[in-house]
């Protein structure tokens, strides 16, 4: 079950983290600034917002397998039809849609998971679930990469061709996958002992009011709401901007080298060293901070700050610092994702596990969707894409300094 849900993640990005990679070509198709491209990614990130506060509950009701498999296969059409938009407005509705449609993937895929293993197996099973979704990444910077520089194709093809993967994990989740270990004669991992110390007895048949009820006076849960979304506001500024500073030219600050590697691959090491470190921090928290999440988050995000500042100072021709220096602000800023998964079912119970985390993945994308047209309008300003690690540092301190007080 573990592997179907990475499977079917792993392409889920292919749906939605292109669109750096085609902001160049939309520019110069519409004449529209950054900061407005800014607009439209964050109609993704609040549509995709509150999608999860929906879908994580609609998992819990009818179950994650049906849920994902449905969203891959809607968001694989929605780009299709992203990719005849005929100016900003019909692309920015079409990538909104989209979004919620990718928001039917991560919570109701959660949610399976968690009634697959017990509490102190969580860390590193989310971790690994946490890794396709870094490959995921990784994937949809690489496709990109071939339709615009290798097949030389424009920015309509990113919208067309690496979605079709993302079909073919959705229906093989469908066939592969099964709910509940119960489905196939095994017995639950929740048997035997209440591993949740938050909700042991949760109805099997409770109510919709009454999960978000129980999931939205959790405190500790909401701070870590705060703490992901500033998180996620450093994930995303580096995952939409960072291919636009390796894809711009010097004059707009962006990097400009000598070296026999091409810049618009060094991107690539954000994505690799983001699935390496979604990996490594959940068994931190399971083997060394004995599942106290709060620890491994605050861990990496104080070493995301550090990293992201110093990738600021590095000169757009070292292309080979730059790489390393990539490589481990994506380490850093995203590997305590699979911390923060972890700690909803830890927090409210297996069986309210969609719920909770559709609620915290609201605030990770409430906050991303506030980050993008800040960043946009910073580069059209200051003609620095640059910028772009300055703000990621802040984001991280602030994710930091949050998490410091869940405490559990």
């Known amino acids: 079950m ?52 929906i879908n994580g509950n609609i998992g819990d009701k009818f179950g994650g397998r049906r849920v994902m498999s449905a969203g891959a296969i809607l968001s694989c059409i929605t780009n299709w039809a992203a990719s005849f938009a005929t100016g900003v407005l019909s692309l920015g509705a079409l990538w909104g849609l989209n979004g919620y449609f990718q928001a039917m993937g991560w919570a109701p895929g959660s949610r399976l998971l968690s009634n697959w293993f017990g509490k102190h ?11 396709a979704a870094g490959m995921a990444s990784v994937l949809s ?12 194709l424009d920015w309509r093809w990113i919208f067309r061709l690496p979605v079709l993967l993302m079909l073919v994990g ?10 509940r270990p119960e489905d196939l004669g095994f017995q639950s991992p929740h048997d ?33 709401g705060l703490a992901i979304g500033f998180q996620n506001s450093a994930r995303y500024g580096l995952l939409v901007w960072v291919p636009v500073h390796f894809l711009g030219g010097a004059g707009d600050g962006g990097a400009a080298s000598t070296s026999f590697i091409d810049p618009q691959w060094i991107s690539v090491a954000l994505p690799v060293g983001m699935a390496i470190g979604a990996a490594t921090n959940g068994w931190v928290s399971d083997n060394i901070f004995g599942s106290k999440r709060y620890l491994a988050i605050v861990l990496y995000m104080v070493l995301a700050t550090v990293t992201s500042l110093f990738m600021y100072t590095i000169p757009a021709s070292d292309v080979y610092l730059g790489l390393a220096t990539l490589f481990l602000c994506g380490f850093f800023v995203y590997g305590p ?6 700690l909803c079912p830890d927090l409210v ?60």
Not at 362 to 383: K, N, Q, R, S, V
């Open 2 to 53: 573990l592997f179907a849900a990475m499977f079917c993640y792993l392409f889920f990005y292919t749906g939605r983290q292109t669109f750096g990679f085609a902001i160049p070509g939309i520019q110069a198709e519409f004449g529209v600034s950054k900061e407005t491209l800014g607009w439209v990614s964050a109609a993704l990130l609040w549509c995709y917002a509150i999608g999860q506060a």
């Open 121 to 131: 197996e969580r860390g590193k099973v989310f971790g690994f679930y946490v890794f």
């Open 141 to 152: 910077f690489v496709t990109s990469i071939v339709v615009v520089h290798t097949l030389q």
């Open 170 to 179: 959705g229906i093989a989740f469908y066939l592969i996958a099964r709910e």
């Open 192 to 224: 035997d002992v209440a591993d949740e110390d938050a909700a042991p007895d949760v109805a099997d048949d409770e109510s919709s009011w009454a999960r978000y009820k129980a999931v939205l006076s959790n405190w500790r849960l909401l701070l870590g």
């Open 337 to 342: 994702q699979s911390s923060f998964w972890a």
């Open 349 to 408: 119970g297996h069986k309210r596990a969609g719920t909770a985390i559709g609620i915290m993945n609201f605030f990770a994308y409430l906050f991303a969707g506030l980050g993008e047209p800040l960043i946009g309008g910073f580069m059209d300003t200051h003609h620095d894409t640059s910028l772009v690690f300055l703000i990621v540092a802040g984001a991280s301190a602030a994710s930091a300094t949050v998490a410091l007080f869940i405490r559990r």
